[in-house]
């Protein structure tokens, strides 16, 4: 959420830590209404995976009465590297009838990036990190990627017989890469039977991960549109006053006293890692390598939204991914 620095919860940068046994009252407006989250920053891969952590959800000022049904889903993983959506390692049932528009709030709070997929229905992607889509298309049994924090909004029509699911595809990549075997072990069955959601009774729909897992992911490069005239569209052309490049990678090193991964951000760990300065009123392009040894390496800006306006050298032609 764009908030104010002082209610950022970066303890050591925006404010100090609460104390065992002390409080802090987060006082702001909700400006932009969507599907948030919020968790512990204070040594947050140990807090957050203990359980510190909810959903935050915005409701618009005037809200429409579009969908017969919301359901807020939270996939999770827990320090014990147990996985769970919702609290439940064994998957969820939803209440849902047969005609109902339902959208479904996806909320990623794992250290993890899955490839879910909704089957049993055609569906929509309405929603990313909280910002509408304009003209979404159909989308039938095709994969998507969600990032460590990250957030889709999905809206489905029940179908008249029968239930739709909502299913993690991974299936287990055998790296020749022995630092990937060494740090990054893929646990996908552990996801694959936790991270599994039903909409409604009767019969579920049959589905083959590994079928699923080898369709092309969704491609946020092109899905969508954009809206016409919309001032705040940037591109690769946009006059911009400071550009910058982070390079992410990675190495084995000592940290808290015990041998494992570093990560880098231009040959450097934090607390040494590059910073950048910039003014009120910049208008600041970022490019990101990822040169580590993880596919995915998911980032965001605290303070402040970002659009994505390339990747991997490819313009995005679809709606503006903030």
Known sequence: MELPNAEDGVAGVTQDAIPAGGEYTYNFIARHPGTYWYHSHQQSSIQTGKGLFGALIVEPKQKTNKYDREIVSVLHQWDDNT???????????????????????????GDSTYRMALVGTSYQIVAMDAYE???????????FAIGSGQRYDLEFRMPDNGAVQSLNVDTPVKSSN???????????????????????????PAADLRSLAQKPLFDMNTYGSPLPGDPNVLSLHSKFTAEHSLTLGNKPGFFNGRFTMRFTINGKTFPDTPMITVKKGDLVKIHLKNESEVDDHPMHLHGHSFQVIAHNGRPLTGAPSR
Do not use: C, M
């Open 83 to 109: 996985f769970t959506i919702d609290g439940s390692s064994a998957g969820q049932s939803y209440e849902a009838k047969p005609g109902e528009l339902v959208r479904s709030r996806l909320i990623n709070s």
């Open 178 to 204: 022995p630092v990937k075997r060494w740090f990054f072990t893929p646990s996908s069955e552990a996801k694959n039977q936790a991270l599994k959601a039903t909409f409604g009774d009767g019969a579920r």
């Open 133 to 143: 889509i304009h003209k979404p298309t159909d989308l039938d049994g095709l994969p």
